[in-house]
């Protein structure tokens, strides 16, 4: 019921997304502040927008893939942002990671302009986008979501209606806190086992037929040498960076904070995350939170 889509901020993730959304036979129009993010999209038949509000203008359906609360919202709302040109009963999709009260104040001022907002944020990672496998976690309304579809299949091979507006930022925060939490678990055992002179590769072997298996343990160990293809086999690069765990965290503990509940672990996890930061990982996968119980080894 759509013809028109319209994308804005093609980084790691959204590149790919917008990718996918082209070979669907979609007519896509995208902007990005840096010119060179977009040059393969343009390539690949996509057409550059001079700014955000041309692409509201051009637009049914925008998505944005930017990297936190304040690009966001300055992108919606500022003087040329999306909400100075959308059309009336266009459908707005964020599917940045940001705090589920951002997306409940943008879905606000969309309302004011006759149009619709969802948040979408994603799980999958780089691979998830660049393969279309991501999952989507939607929060607004449920004919909003089955109108957004089309175009998240596109990119994502799961789509789950999580709730009202918010909810899909809920559900986004909830599981990467779990996420940082599982990962230091699993480095500080394995970490423990090599202390006592167990090998840490059967110490990793004996969680993943325990109970102590997770994600962190089987899929992304943090021990080198286990998996090829994982960052910690590959000097941590690739794969989910510190920065951004910690930012998740950041916006994991406000809202903990807002709503009373109690998070210890999750915020002992950003501690961790923001202190290994600061010796450098900060690019490197979350996962070498490893080498820096080690001490760097
Ligand atoms: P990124 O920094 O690689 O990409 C962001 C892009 O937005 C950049 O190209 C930047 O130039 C552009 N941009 C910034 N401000 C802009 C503006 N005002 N107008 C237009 N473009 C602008 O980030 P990313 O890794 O693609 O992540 C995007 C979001 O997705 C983040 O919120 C992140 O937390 C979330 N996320 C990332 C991953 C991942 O593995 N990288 C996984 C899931 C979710």
Redesign the pocket.
């Given at each position: 019921n759509f013809s028109s889509v319209g994308f804005?901020?093609?980084?790691?993730?959204?590149n790919s997304m917008a990718m996918n959304i082209l070979k669907k036979g979609f007519k896509l129009t995208v902007?990005?502040?840096?010119k060179s993010?977009m040059t393969n999209v343009i390539e690949a038949g996509g057409k550059a927008a001079p700014n955000?509000s041309d692409v509201a203008k051009n637009s049914e359906i925008v998505i944005t893939?930017?990297?936190?609360n304040d690009?966001v919202w300055?992108?919606y709302t500022g003087k040329n942002g999306l909400l100075s040109t959308v059309n009336k009963d266009a459908l707005l999709i964020d599917?940045?990671?940001?705090d589920p009260l951002v997306s409940q104040k943008l879905s606000v001022e969309t309302l004011k302009k006759g149009a619709k907002f969802l948040d979408g944020?994603?799980?999958g990672?780089?691979v998830g986008a660049r393969d279309a496998t991501l999952t989507f976690m939607v929060g607004g309304g449920k004919q909003e979501c089955e109108r957004a579809k089309p175009i998240l299949e596109a990119m994502g091979s799961r789509v789950v209606h999580c709730g009202d507006v918010g909810m899909g930022q809920v559900a986004k925060l909830c599981n990467n806190m779990l996420l940082a939490i599982s990962m230091i678990g699993v480095a500080e055992a394995v970490n423990l086992a090599d202390r006592l002179g167990l090998d840490p590769k059967v110490m990793n072997s004996i969680i993943n037929t325990s109970t102590g298996r997770c994600w962190s343990s089987e899929i992304n160990p943090p021990v080198p040498g286990i998996i090829d293809s994982v960052p910690s086999s590959n000097d941590y690069k690739g794969g989910?960076t510190t920065s951004?765990i910690s930012?998740?965290l950041g916006l994991a503990q406000a809202a903990a904070t807002r709503s009373n509940a109690l998070t210890p672990l999750g915020s002992v996890a950003q501690q961790v995350y923001r202190t290994i930061m600061l010796h450098g990982f900060g690019d490197k996968d979350f996962s070498s939170v490893y080498q820096y119980l080690r001490g760097n080894k």
């Open positions: 804005i901020g093609l980084g790691n993730m959204g902007f990005d502040i840096n993010a955000v893939m930017l990297p936190a690009h300055e992108c599917s940045s990671t940001i944020p994603v799980s990672g780089v989910f951004l930012k998740d």
